[in-house]
C-alpha cells in the first residue's frame, strides 16, 4: 500500500518523471487503474458517459468545430470519490495516469512552484495521456502570508498557459473540495465539471452493499444502514464497513449490526468511546434514534438490532422514560 517514494514503473520502459530541482521528488506519480468499482449518483453517471462520450468522439466533433478541450474539473468535499473516477476515466479510456499533487508541490518547493507546473505540462504534452491535477486548490490557497501575491500570479498564469498550451488528445482532470476559491480563468478552462456531494440514500445503499459484501437476505439491515448514515462520504461509510467485518472476522460471528451502528450514531451525536458502553445501552439509543429520528419502522428497528418488537417497545419506552 506504501505508494508513496516508490517508483511506479507499470509498463516496461517509461520516461524517467519530472523532479523537482531541489528535492529531488517526483513532481508527478503514474497511478496504477482503480481494481474497485466506482459509484456515482444519476447526475453524475450521466455528466460522466457525457464526457466520455465526447472523448471518443472528439476528432468527429472537431472536424465540425464542435470540439471543446478535454478538461473535467471534479468538485466536492473529502472521500466522495474524485481521485477514484479519475482513475476509472483513465482505465475506460485505456490511457496512463499521471497525478500531481499541487499541493505538495507548492508547500515544499517556494519560489519554484510555477517552474514545477510548466515541467508537469512539458512532460504530458502528447504523451495521450491522463493528467489529473489533484488539490487544485491548493493554488488558491496560496493567498496566505507566506506567498507574495506576485508569485501566486505567476503560478495561476502558468496553469492556465499549460492548459491552453496542451495538444488536443490530452485529458485534464482537476478536483478540488473547494470550488468557490479557485481562480475563475481556471475555473473557465474546465468545460466539463461534476460535482459530488455527500451520497444520497441509493448511492448509500450501494456502498454499504459493496463494502459490506451484503447478501441479498441482508438488504432490509442495509436499508437500515443507508437511512441513518446520511452525512457520511464514500470513504466513511468504506471504513465503517471494513472495520465491522475485521471484527467478524477477528471474533468468527456474523456482522454485528448493533454495534455498527452504534459506531455510526456515536460519530453522529457524540464522541464517547462506547467501549465501556452496556449493549443494551446501546441498543436503546439506537432504537430510539432509528425510531424517533430516522422515521424507520419498529419492526425493521427489531430485525435490525436482533432482538424481538417487545424490547424495541421497552428500549423506547425506557428512553421516554428516562428523558
Ligand atoms: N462514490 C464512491 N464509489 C466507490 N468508492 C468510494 C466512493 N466514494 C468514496 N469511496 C471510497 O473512499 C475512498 C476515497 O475516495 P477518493 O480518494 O476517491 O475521495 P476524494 O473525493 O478524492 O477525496 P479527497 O477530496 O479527500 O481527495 C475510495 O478509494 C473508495 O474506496
Ligand atoms: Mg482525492
Redesign the pocket.
Known sequence: MNRKGVPLRASGYSEALPLDSKSRLPLLEELPW?N?????DSSGKEQFSAFLTDVTNHELLASKGLASRLALM?S??????????AGHLASQLGRKLYVARLDSIISSMLGDTAKNVRSIFDFVAGKHAVLFL??LDAIAKMRDDRHELGELKRVVNTVIQGLDSLDESTIVVA?T?HAQILDKAIWRRFPYKIE?GH?DLD?RHA?WS?FLSASEDQDQQISVLSRMSNGM???D??QHALAARRRSVLDSSPLDMASLGGAILNKKVDHRGDASARLSDLKRRLAHHLVNECDIAQSETARFLGVSRQAVSAYLKATTDAQ
Open positions: 482503480p474497485s468499482p466506482v459509484f456515482l471534479l466536492g468535499p473529502p472521500g466522495t470519490g474524485k481521485t477514484l473516477l489533484d488539490e478536483a473540495n459530488f451520497p448511492l456502498l459493496h462520504s464514500g470513504a461509510i468504506e
